[in-house]
């Protein structure tokens, strides 16, 4: 059975893999000590992808960031390779991943995937645009995929602030990838407060500052006490 985690261990964690990526990926760090009391994590990604990766497999990270997670993971270099398509990212990443050896390409996760048919045993994606056909492409039969999605109330308090009409939207957490099997859906969800400085933190590191019109933005300035929900859900598939 998979051990529970601790919350500021989680927090922390997210602190470290988005340290240097601006706008990728969740960086909860600046609501450590705010959430909600009592919330038990159940699962810790790194030790996830360590239930399904070995040394000798090769490992394809999507929209990688800055590269600071996938680098955490300690995986030989020479089987591991890395995509992004944010500019910043994609300059960072060539100055530290690529002379390590680690295969960087720059590519967007939602379009082809730069790679040859059946290059990798695992794929992991944290909060990024995906195509599963490409996925199904660039993984091995029997190959895992792991994925990180938000789910359809996530940060549903900060979007009631930055825009004038919230559109609730269906949104499947959990999709059915053909080609793939699903494994196991593991979903996280915490409230959590923040104020000042704490709020426009949150929005920094989110798809919405390319989204925000200029009532928005005044609105968000105006906002002293933020009370929010966190959620997302841990995915893992195996291709046919």
Same mark, same amino acid.
């Given at each position: 059975?998979?051990?529970y985690m601790d919350k500021s261990k989680l927090l922390q964690i997210w602190q470290e893999e988005e340290n240097a990526a601006h706008i990728h990926g969740w960086d909860f760090s600046h609501i450590d000590g705010?959430?909600?009391?009592?919330?038990?994590?159940?699962?810790?990604?790194?030790?996830?992808?360590?239930?399904?990766?070995?040394?000798?497999?090769?490992?394809?990270?999507?929209?990688?960031?800055?590269?600071?997670?996938?680098? +955490?993971?300690?995986?030989?270099?020479?089987?591991?390779?890395?995509?992004e398509n944010y500019p910043p990212n994609v300059q960072l990443c060539k100055e530290t991943l690529s002379p390590l050896g680690i295969d960087f390409r720059q590519a967007d996760g939602n379009g082809e995937l730069p790679y040859p048919d059946e290059s990798f045993q695992v794929v992991i994606d944290r909060h990024g645009d995906f195509d599963p056909a490409e996925i199904g492409r660039v993984l091995k039969p029997g190959g895992h995929y792991l994925q990180v999605i938000a789910g359809a109330d996530h940060l549903m308090g900060?979007? +009631?602030?930055?825009?004038?009409?919230? %559109?609730?939207?269906?949104?499947?957490?959990v999709p059915t990838l053909p080609g793939f099997e699903l494994l196991e859906s593991i979903p996280i969800r915490f409230d959590f407060t923040?104020?000042?400085?704490?709020?426009?933190?949150?929005? +920094?590191?989110?798809?919405?500052?390319?989204?925000?019109? %200029?009532?928005?933005?005044?609105r968000l300035r105006q906002t002293e006490t933020l009370s929010d929900t966190a959620s997302c859900v841990l995915n893992v598939y195996r291709r046919s």
């Open positions: 059975m998979r051990d705010r959430y909600t009391e009592g919330t038990d994590f159940p699962w810790d990604y790194r030790q996830v992808i360590g239930e399904y990766l070995s040394p000798e497999k090769k490992l394809l990270d999507i929209d990688t960031g800055g590269g600071e997670f996938l680098l +955490s993971l300690g995986h030989p270099y020479e089987n591991t390779a890395a995509t900060l979007k +009631s602030i930055i825009y004038p009409e919230l %559109k609730l939207k269906e949104k499947d957490s923040v104020e000042g400085e704490q709020i426009q933190n949150l929005f +920094s590191m989110t798809p919405h500052v390319f989204r925000i019109g %200029k009532q928005g933005a005044e």
